[in-house]
C-alpha cells in the first residue's frame, strides 16, 4: 500500500476520533446556561437612579385651589345702548319636543353665522296641560287627554340693532307650524323660571324658620 495513503488514513481516523471525543463532552455538559442577570432581583430596578423617570407634574408650580361658582347665580344683565339691544331671549315652544329642539338649534347656528353672540343655551321645565271633558249625561268630568309643553331659550348678548330685522325676518320665514316663537328682554323672572319649584322643601323650611 501506498505510504502517502497510509498515512492520510490515519490522519482521518485520529480527527473522527477526536470529533467524537468532543461531542460526548458536548452533549454530558450543558449548552445553553441561565444568563448572569437572571439570578438578580427584578425590584432591583426601583432604588436606581432612573427610578420615576417621566414625571413632571412635581416641576410644576402649584396653583391655588379654584373655588367653586355658585350654579345658581344670575348673570350681569347687558345693559341696552343705541346701537345694540341688551340680553334678549328668543323663546321657543311647542308641543313636539323634536320639532322644538330642532327649531332651537337652527336659531343657535344662524346666530353663529351672523356673528350674533349667544350668551346661553337652556330648557326650561316641560308644563303639562290636562284636557277634561263632561260626559254626555251627567256632570262628572274625566282626563281627555294629557298635552305637555316644551319650552327652550336661546339667550343673545348685544344684538346689533341694524341686523336684528333681518335676523327676525329669517326667523319667521323658517318657523315650523306648532310651534311658538317670542323675543323679549331677560329679567330676573325669566332666571328663576328656569328651576322647577318643590313647595314641600319650602314648606319645610317655612318651619324650620318659624
Known sequence: MNPAFRKMQVSVTQQAFV??????????????????????????????????IGRWRHLLPKEAPKKKKDKHQMKQITATTDTAYGTLNVKVSGYDMTVV?????????LCNRLGIKVAESYALPTKSTEVMLMQEQGTKMYVDAI?????????LSS???????????????????????????????????????RPELEGLIAQISQ
Open 19 to 52: 470529533l467524537n471525543q468532543a461531542l460526548t463532552l458536548c452533549r454530558a455538559t450543558p449548552s445553553i446556561r441561565p444568563p448572569v442577570w437572571a439570578s438578580v432581583n427584578e425590584r432591583q430596578y426601583r432604588s436606581m437612579p432612573t427610578h420615576g
Open 101 to 109: 329642539e330642532h327649531y332651537s338649534q337652527y336659531i343657535h347656528n
Open 147 to 155: 298635552l305637555k309643553t316644551h319650552e327652550r331659550v336661546v339667550q
Open 159 to 197: 344684538l346689533n340693532a341694524a341686523l336684528c330685522p333681518v335676523f327676525m325676518d329669517v326667523l319667521l320665514k323658517n318657523q315650523p307650524e306648532g310651534v311658538q316663537l317670542s323675543v323679549k328682554e331677560h329679567t330676573e323672572a325669566d332666571f328663576q323660571a328656569r328651576f322647577k319649584g
